[in-house]
């Protein structure tokens, strides 16, 4: 399967999906990386030798205008699956009506809870024992698309947010990589509110 990665951070995660995609028999390729603003996730794909495009919503004179050419710059690719790692802004109705269905993210807490821009900070300010990250389908919504897979990570009492993102960052780098092995391989069964990858045996 072919995947473009929108990022638009300090791209740790494009970076384990590229080191997840380096080994052999992984089943999907990083054709592209798309990113929304000058960000160090264009220097990784630089570094990898991979395409990669900015898309910066300041170039545009609308957010209508821009969610068409981010969806022109990555329907160039002809993509198999689109990869939110760490993109920052909310796709509209155009992306969603050409990648819907196979566009992926992942967010830092364990949705439904604490969606948004600061699902860590909103974590460790309530007070949560437990968080961690979600990796999900994109809907029209924030962070409420079907659920892919979920894994806890504990909040530690000295946790500040760099510390306890970070540790949820490792987790985010090993659960985004396999999910997009299990999707290339067995696709995504979606009835709209719920998604399911097929077991191995299912047939
Ligand atoms: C990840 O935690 C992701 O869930 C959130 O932004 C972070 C991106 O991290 N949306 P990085 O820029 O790849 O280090």
């Avoid at 951070?9 to 999906?17: C, K, V």
């Avoid at 990784?44 to 919503?57: N, P, Y």
């Avoid at 024992?129 to 979920?150: E, F, M, R, S, Y």
Wanted: overall charge negative; glycine content about 8%; proline content about 5%.
């Amino acid at each position: 399967a072919t995947v473009v990665v929108l990022a638009s951070g300090t791209g740790s995660l494009l970076n384990a999906l590229l080191a997840a995609a380096r080994e052999p028999g992984y089943p999907a390729k990083i054709v592209a990386v798309g990113v929304d603003r000058v960000c160090q996730a264009t220097d990784h794909a630089e570094a990898a030798g991979i395409d990669h495009f900015r898309v910066a919503v300041k170039d545009y004179p609308d957010r209508a205008a821009w969610d068409h050419a981010l969806t022109d710059a990555v329907a160039a690719y002809e993509p198999d699956l689109v990869v939110s790692a760490g993109f920052m802004k909310i796709v509209g109705p155009a992306f969603l009506e050409r990648f819907g269905g196979r566009f992926i993210n992942t967010h830092p807490a364990l949705l439904p809870s604490f969606p948004g821009a600061h699902g860590v900070r909103d974590a460790l300010a309530y007070g949560a024992k437990v968080t961690g990250c979600t990796v999900h389908l994109v809907d029209g919504g924030v962070d409420t698309g079907p659920i892919l897979a979920q894994e806890a990570v504990d909040v530690l009492p000295d946790d500040d947010e760099a510390a306890l993102h970070e540790r949820i960052k490792v987790v985010e780098r090993r659960l985004l990589a396999q999910v997009i092995a299990a999707v290339a391989t067995r696709g995504i069964v979606s009835d709209g509110r719920k998604a399911e990858i097929p077991d191995e045996r299912a047939h």
